[in-house]
């Protein structure tokens, strides 16, 4: 972990313009083309939704605006995001699992720690902790797959200083032979420009792409 001098900050003006906003925050909802990760899951009989939790994961923590966390005064960056992802439980409920990113872990090997880390808690194993969901080095991440959107906002405190990403899809569909599936993540501006956005929506096509 690395702590950042805001003073010495190459972010500074822009941290500068929204840091006194009562609510500097924003979402952005692009498609993406998802037919090669679909296609590969099928293959390899991997979950779909595991799989875009490994890859919008991936792509946010090779983006280094995102391991950056507003703190009192400075400005923490974190080696990696762990992401905190909801899966359903009965009666249309759901849970949260935290699985601890590896940095260079394969898909596969990730979605097989998610079935098991899901399958448990289903089984009644114990929520993340207090001080897990105190944590904030991690990526929300959850998926409306009864649905799709054009635009989302998400459930968030409005403290300034809160700065984890939260990313949200909807349900895929089909266009001129492609499965295009809404996505949407909300962040600080504070921290997060739209040039940053780009960078983790290019990773996760990049990922996808060279499945193929």
């Not at 929300?140 to 405190?157: A, D, G, K, N």
């Not at 569909?173 to 739209?194: A, C, E, T």
Request: glycine share 4%; with cysteine.
């Amino acid at each position: 972990m690395e702590i950042i001098d805001i003073e010495n900050w190459d972010r500074k003006e822009q941290y500068e313009v929204f840091r006194n906003l009562g609510i500097p925050f924003y979402s952005v909802t692009v498609e993406l083309d998802v037919s090669l990760l679909y296609a590969y899951c099928k293959e390899q009989g991997l979950s779909f939704y595991h799989s875009m939790v490994y890859v919008s994961t991936a792509a946010l923590n090779s983006v280094k605006e995102f391991l950056d966390k507003l703190r009192d005064g400075y400005i923490v960056r974190y080696d990696k995001l762990t992401p905190s992802f909801t899966y359903m439980r009965k009666n249309d409920l759901f849970g949260i699992c935290n699985v601890e990113w590896q940095q260079g872990e394969s898909l596969i090997s990730f979605c097989d720690r998610c079935k098991l880390t899901e399958a448990a808690a289903k089984e009644g194993a114990a929520a993340p902790s207090e001080a897990e969901e105190e944590r904030d080095d991690m990526a929300y991440i959850s998926c409306t797959p009864w649905f799709s959107f054009t635009h989302v906002t998400q459930e968030m405190s409005l403290n300034p200083l809160e700065s984890i990403p939260r990313v949200l899809w909807g349900k895929f569909f089909d266009r001129d032979g492609k499965k295009i599936m809404p996505i949407s993540i909300q962040v600080n501006h504070m921290l997060i420009d739209g040039i940053h956005i780009a960078k983790w929506l290019s990773a996760m096509e990049k990922m996808i792409g060279d499945l193929s």
